[in-house]
């Protein structure tokens, strides 16, 4: 049962009642075998596919909702067994919180969760640019070398789908985004200042993006004709942890026929007080503007979540 967040406190305890009502289903109709299934629930947080897609949830509250439910629902009574699947598609934290919640769970028999986090994030605002710009602060090199706009099913595209084989989200998660046209006369910018931190917690920040011109002109390339991620995130405000941080290019993958190469973003900081600063621009610097000049990249998925150390 590969539960992905969900954009609501309602749309959540409806996926969670929707997974008792099955199990209850299967109950009535072939007593007793409950007792003989093992839930594998999905563990899928990070690219090329994952279920780890609203960037103002948090994916380890919304994993240790789902516990919660087997470890305190009747008619999960007795289960036979639990699992989460798959690790190769998870990032080390969230392997690292799995064993936690086995632990909390499954071996210390508890029943309360394991988190003291809320399901939603109040860190930013309009992460996937699902707003326009509202939120952000914007400082174009030149007019119109800024803009929103969106792509069909390109949260799809990232990865962020229902699971394997599904349809596209009819929320149409991810499919938004903010697109920066490099120049010569200096670097575009967005901006947005980082509420609700617990100074000394750590974060982790996540972020897409990829070269427009690839999403909308597909043209068959290796990673190593695929043109990265030009620019630079700064966070301000904040201790950065360096090793833990880093960007990877991916391939999209199962669509569209023609792959995009985009690249995730992820950094860890600790938090010196209760905000902070991000800053994501197209020059490498601000005396370093690389090349490719005209180039358009797109930019969404701006999740800050508490991260488990």
């Given at each position: ?176 985004f903010l697109v ?106 601000a005396r370093e ?21």
């Amino acid at each position: 049962r590969y539960l992905h967040e969900m954009s609501s406190e309602r749309g959540s305890k409806d996926a969670l009642q929707t997974l008792v009502t099955g199990l209850a289903d299967w109950e009535a109709k072939e007593p007793r075998v409950v007792k003989q299934m093992v839930i594998a629930f999905g563990l899928f947080s990070m690219p090329p596919g994952g279920l780890n897609k609203q960037p103002n949830v948090d994916y380890h509250v919304w994993m240790d909702q789902q516990m919660n439910v087997v470890a305190n629902h009747p008619v999960l009574s007795g289960i036979a067994g639990l699992e989460w699947w798959t690790s190769a598609l998870a990032d080390e934290e969230t392997v690292r919180f799995v064993g936690k919640l086995y632990r909390h769970y499954a071996i210390e028999g508890k029943t309360n969760m394991l988190t003291n986090d809320p399901l939603f994030l109040a860190h930013i605002h309009n992460a996937d640019f699902e707003k326009g710009t509202k939120g952000w602060t914007l400082h174009p090199a030149e007019k119109g070398s800024i803009a929103a706009k969106s792509f069909p099913r390109y949260g799809r595209i990232e990865g962020r789908y229902m699971g394997l084989g599904r349809p596209a989200d009819p929320e149409h998660i991810g499919d938004t985004f903010l697109v920066m046209k490099r120049s010569e006369k200096g670097p575009n910018t967005f901006s947005q200042t980082i509420k609700n931190l617990k100074p000394g917690r750590l974060y982790s920040m996540k972020m897409f993006s990829c070269d427009y011109n690839d999403l909308v002109n597909p043209k068959p390339k290796k990673r190593e004709e695929a043109t990265g991620f030009i620019g630079s995130v700064v966070l301000e405000g904040v201790d950065v942890d360096k090793k833990r941080s880093f960007t990877e290019m991916y391939s999209s993958s199962p669509e569209p026929k023609i792959p995009v190469w985009i690249t995730y973003h992820w950094k860890v900081f600790r938090a010196e007080g209760t905000t902070a600063k991000l800053t994501v621009s197209d020059w490498l610097g601000a005396r370093e503007p690389g090349d490719t000049f005209g180039q358009e990249q797109t930019f969404n998925f701006l999740e800050i979540e508490p991260y488990h150390e």
